[in-house]
């Protein structure tokens, strides 16, 4: 056999390999839609997609930290493991032995995390996903609203992030606490260690290994964020805590913790969901989506509450109502035609203060007299959903 006959032959099998995986995973995945549903198997389709793109141009892509940019890890077409709606997620390859430079500006963010995270290995040495963080209480800008932080297994001054022999990405998530104030950080990322020379070829044995890291990814992740909605499926309509659930380490909530249900609600009902935020608690959210672990189409469907948007009952509780219909009050979550979903509470920096919300399944119609939340007209709701998409506008300029 030629070399090109013996290098055709490695490509080939790499990408049956890739296409045997990504249709064994599919189908598996697609036989376990929570619903019968065809809107939950039209999503399906879309999320399988979805996650084929996220993990190909995870591990075929921006994959030298020697070189590294940062650019959208998630967002209005890459969505898993309950991506946040008002949220903004960067990412850019790193590792744990050279420095890297971080430089931008400020922006807007309500809540922002600055964070290494490690490979899978780590697990096997008992090391959490995550590595190292700076969250918005303890990050230094500048009066101007410049900022610097530095990654590196040495220490420095001002902000910097300790990184160790599995740290293998940067991440940057900025979380906007309202819709008329959206100013995305200007960052870039630079490794101080290396040369800066341009990269050589790519070569085939490391094309190879980056398809079939794709591969082992989207046969990882899959299973994992769709089965943890699986699971909920026999307390629906009720919270748990998402401590040691799997998305603690696939995404999860660095810095806080969060609490998930599966609701489920026929067209006319909607579900109450009362709970008291903790003290102290730095930011929380509240998102709903499918039952594929995504958001909502967040530029036209009222898929996410922040903790500066959401109207506080006077005892200092929130009281967040999930309907198909609009209940004609503040603090609507949309079913957005859908009879099942997740619901997902974000708490970040409580000292381990983990509320538990309480449920009540209602008829829509009695949301507005049981409740007692201020009304919203329809002019005002059709003036939110134009505030929604400029929101979303500004945090997505091309």
């Known amino acids: 056999m030629s070399n090109w006959e013996a290098n055709l032959a490695a490509a080939s099998d790499a990408w049956r390999r890739w296409c045997a995986t990504a249709e064994a995973a599919g189908l598996a995945a697609l036989a376990n839609t929570i619903t019968h549903d065809d809107v939950d198997l039209a999503d399906g389709l879309r999320h399988l997609s979805r996650m084929a793109r996220l993990t190909l141009q995870s591990s075929m892509e921006n994959a030298d930290p020697e070189r590294p940019y940062l650019w959208r890890a998630l967002g209005p077409d890459l969505k898993m493991g309950g991506d946040n709606p008002s949220g903004l997620y960067l990412s850019a390859p790193i590792n744990g032995t050279d420095t890297y430079r971080v430089r931008g500006t400020r922006g807007s963010a309500r809540w922002v995390s600055f964070l290494s995270q490690r490979r899978p290995e780590c697990l096997a040495e008992g090391l959490p996903v995550f590595g190292d963080a700076i969250f918005s209480p303890g990050l230094h800008v500048e009066p101007d609203g410049a900022l610097e932080i530095v990654l590196s297994p040495d220490e420095h001054d001002g902000n910097w992030i300790r990184t160790d022999p599995y740290c293998a990405t940067f991440l940057v998530r900025q979380f906007f606490g309202t819709w008329d104030d959206v100013r995305p950080m200007d960052l870039t990322i630079e490794n101080e260690t290396s040369g800066g020379a341009p990269p050589g070829p790519l070569a085939l044995s490391d094309a190879v290994g980056r398809l079939d890291l794709a591969g082992a990814r989207l046969a990882l992740l899959l299973p994992a964020m769709q089965g943890e909605l699986i699971a909920k499926g026999a307390n629906k309509n009720s919270f748990a805590t998402d401590i040691g659930d799997p998305t603690s380490n696939f995404g999860g909530v660095p810095g806080g913790n969060a609490v998930t249900s599966r609701w489920s609600l ?133």
Request: hydrophobic share 40%; aromatic share 8%.
């Open 266 to 398: 026929d067209p006319h009902e909607a579900l109450l969901v009362r709970v008291t935020p903790p003290v102290p608690c730095a930011y929380w959210d509240v998102q709903v989506g499918n039952g594929w672990y995504e958001s909502w189409d967040y530029r036209s469907r009222f898929s996410g509450i922040t903790c500066e948007q959401a109207h506080l009952d006077g005892d200092g509780s929130v009281t967040l109502v999930v309907a198909d219909r609009d209940p004609g009050t503040v603090n609507w979550l949309e079913a957005a035609g859908h009879r099942e979903g997740h619901i997902a509470i974000r708490w970040q920096l409580t000292e381990g203060n983990l509320p538990i919300p309480a449920c009540t399944v209602v008829d829509v119609d009695d949301v507005a007299t049981g409740t007692g939340l201020p009304a919203v007209s329809p002019e005002a709701r059709a003036e939110q959903r134009r505030a929604l998409r400029r929101a979303f506008d500004a945090r997505f300029r091309p």
